[in-house]
């Protein structure tokens, strides 16, 4: 168990509308991070919280958007869903932000979205 | 940022050492190499990292090159568990996020 938090584990919607994931990091990690899976694609880093702040951006579309609450945990809000956004979502966290880069991430088991 | 360079697939026989190798000729100085797995749709699991010098704990022994361009991470008795895709990564100084490559994917047979 990496301590990291996920849900919901499956979640199956339709093209159009609008759907949140969230995280919950492990106890004392400031950093939160979100990946999504695609079968075709492996796995593509989207965007970086530290301490509530944006850090780095990925491959997130603008229809993706996440943030990172006071208590630290995050949420990955994606909308106007289309059938392409079915994939793996993962979120992972680590201590540390620009530094040190010694910290290793460590994963939640993802959320599976279904867009039909 | 530094890329890797990772054969797409090995085979291993169980009990044998599984030694998976990565190329990292851009690494900078201050960059960490990182070794994941993943196993079927699981969440990515930690195996290992270093900076120059080679490191071992429980799971696995990582070697780096003297002039750090190739690191092999090493499985000293695989199981049929270990079957799984290895990411070699490194890890990117200035913003710290961690970007995956296509890995290697390790069958381990009987």
């Known amino acids: 168990d990496s301590g990291v938090t996920q849900t919901p584990k499956h979640l199956i919607t339709a093209t159009g509308q609008r759907v949140t994931l969230r995280c919950s990091p492990r106890?004392?990690?400031?950093?939160v991070y979100w990946y999504q899976q695609s079968l075709d694609q492996g796995l593509q880093f989207l965007i970086q919280?530290?301490?509530?702040?944006?850090?780095a951006k990925g491959n997130i579309l603008e229809r993706f958007s996440a943030q990172q609450f006071p208590d630290l945990h995050s949420e990955l809000n994606l909308s106007s869903l289309e059938l392409g956004d079915s994939a793996l979502y993962f979120c992972?966290?680590?201590?540390?932000?620009?530094?040190?880069?010694?910290?290793?991430?460590?994963f939640g088991n993802g959320t599976r979205l279904t867009v039909t | 940022d530094a890329k890797t360079t990772q054969p797409p697939s090995m085979d291993c026989a169980e009990g044998r050492a599984a030694n998976l190798p990565c190329n990292h000729s851009t690494i900078s100085g201050n960059e960490y190499v990182y070794w994941y797995r993943q196993i079927h749709s699981q969440g990515p699991q930690y195996i290992i990292h270093g900076l120059k010098n080679n490191e071992t704990n429980e799971m696995a022994s990582l070697i780096i090159t003297e002039d750090r361009k190739s690191s092999t991470l090493i499985l000293p008795h695989a199981t049929l568990r270990d079957t799984a895709v290895y990411y070699c990564i490194v890890r990117v100084a200035v913003n710290n996020d961690m970007r995956f490559g296509a890995g290697t994917r390790l069958t381990v047979k009987p």
């Open positions: 992972a966290s680590s201590v540390g932000s620009t530094a040190p880069t010694n910290s290793p991430l460590h």
């Open positions: 919280y530290y301490n509530g702040e944006e850090r």
């Open positions: 106890s004392g990690d400031l950093s």
